[in-house]
């Protein structure tokens, strides 16, 4: 059964580097992975997205392995802003091709 | 001007109304998708259409039907609504590029309420 697993919680402090891993077993060999942010009442906000290694933007990092069954956001530096929740989106197959978002990590950034 | 735009914003309703919610993007997207988020903050796909045409169509109850009529629109009309359709549905879209999905920009939500 393809499966999206995330933490469910990450508590932090300001200024430091917060790192939210993501497994995804079954992911499709041809998929990127893709990682949101979303705040109360709004729509999911794109991060960053990666196929393997290591991507960077300016608001965060990505790190996959070589196996791609898992994937870690690393925001360095976080800020009471960053209090929100994160999810990873892949696709999968299993009997068939699937869009799986993870159940979300949410972060609390404390002063 | 709002990339990706839902009406209405709020949807309160009876059992067994039939209701609409619009979709309609203004950043020439080739595909756009519907998904769900339950009161548990789980985000789920419903559907995605690509070039007007549907590509994914999760398990999903025959009471909702996606219409596109054309790229910059992706409309949900939903049947004989029951309570545990409440929940917020977000619209999205985005461009495929050699079979890839790339980033998704989404709507604001729509969230739905069945009294």
């Known amino acids: 059964l393809a499966k999206t697993t995330q933490p469910i919680s990450m508590d932090s402090y300001e200024g430091q580097e917060v790192n939210i891993t993501c497994s995804h077993n079954?992911?499709?060999?041809?998929?990127?992975i893709t990682w949101y942010q979303q705040f109360p009442s709004q729509g999911p906000r794109f991060i960053i997205q990666g196929y393997k290694t290591k991507v960077t933007n300016e608001v965060a990092s990505l790190f996959i392995p070589a196996d791609r069954k898992s994937s870690t956001l690393s925001l360095p530096r976080v800020s009471l802003s960053d209090t929100a929740v994160y999810y990873c989106?892949?696709?999968?197959?299993?009997?068939?091709?699937?869009?799986?978002f993870g159940s979300g990590t949410r972060l609390l950034v404390r002063p | 001007d709002t990339a990706v735009s839902q009406t209405p914003k709020y949807l309160v309703t009876q059992m067994g109304n039939d209701k609409s919610i619009k979709c309609e993007q203004n950043?020439?997207?080739?595909?756009m998708y519907w998904y769900k988020q339950d009161s548990k903050k789980f985000l789920k796909i419903m559907f995605s259409?690509?070039?007007?045409?549907?590509?994914i169509n999760e398990t999903v109850p025959n009471r909702f039907s996606p219409k596109s009529p054309d790229k910059a629109h992706l409309n949900l009309h939903i049947n004989s609504l029951e309570l545990g359709d409440s929940a917020v549905y977000f619209c999205a879209s985005s461009r495929i590029a050699g079979g890839v999905y790339n980033e998704q920009f989404f709507g604001p939500g729509t969230r739905l309420t069945v009294l």
């Open positions: 989106l892949v696709g999968v197959r299993d009997s068939s091709y699937k869009l799986i």
């Open positions: 950043l020439g997207h080739d595909t």
């Open positions: 079954n992911i499709a060999t041809n998929d990127y």
């Open positions: 259409y690509n070039n007007k045409e549907l590509i």
